[in-house]
């Protein structure tokens, strides 16, 4: 991951999005958002590292891939939702940033409901031994 050019990006646009804040808001806020997008963007190319690396250190201890699958699918929802939900803060907006959270930590556990039911019925096989 590239996080001095993140960083760069984020620091950059910050300080420009303070000095145009007065006289333009909307010009400001559009910049914010537009490095969030852009360090988003940098920041997923290391994502990709990181699950290559999970998954060749689970799949040799014979993890399901399944449920890595799912856990990294509800990581990027809490990653996704966290920034449009600051951004959307950021621009005044606080109502739409709750709603992203509940929608975002609606997303995750619809996303882990199968691994509950899976769960669930380990537990039952388990007490009926």
């Known amino acids: 991951m590239e996080i001095i050019k993140i960083s760069a990006v984020c620091l950059v646009a910050a300080v420009l999005a303070k000095v145009i ?44 891939k399944k449920y890595v699958e799912v856990a990294f699918r509800a990581l990027g929802i ?16 606080s109502a739409l940033g709750s709603v992203l959270d509940f929608s975002g930590r609606a997303a995750a556990s619809l996303l882990c409901l199968p691994l509950l039911k899976e769960f669930i019925d380990l537990v039952r096989r388990i007490l009926e031994i």
Do not use: T, W
């Open 78 to 93: 809490c990653y996704i939702c966290e920034l449009c939900s600051s951004s959307c803060r950021d621009c005044g907006e």
């Open 21 to 64: 804040q007065p006289s333009n808001r909307d010009l400001a806020a559009l910049l914010s958002i537009s490095a969030v997008i852009f360090a988003a963007f940098l920041a997923i190319d290391g994502v990709s590292e990181v699950v290559a690396g999970v998954d060749g250190i689970l799949g040799g201890i014979g993890v399901n």
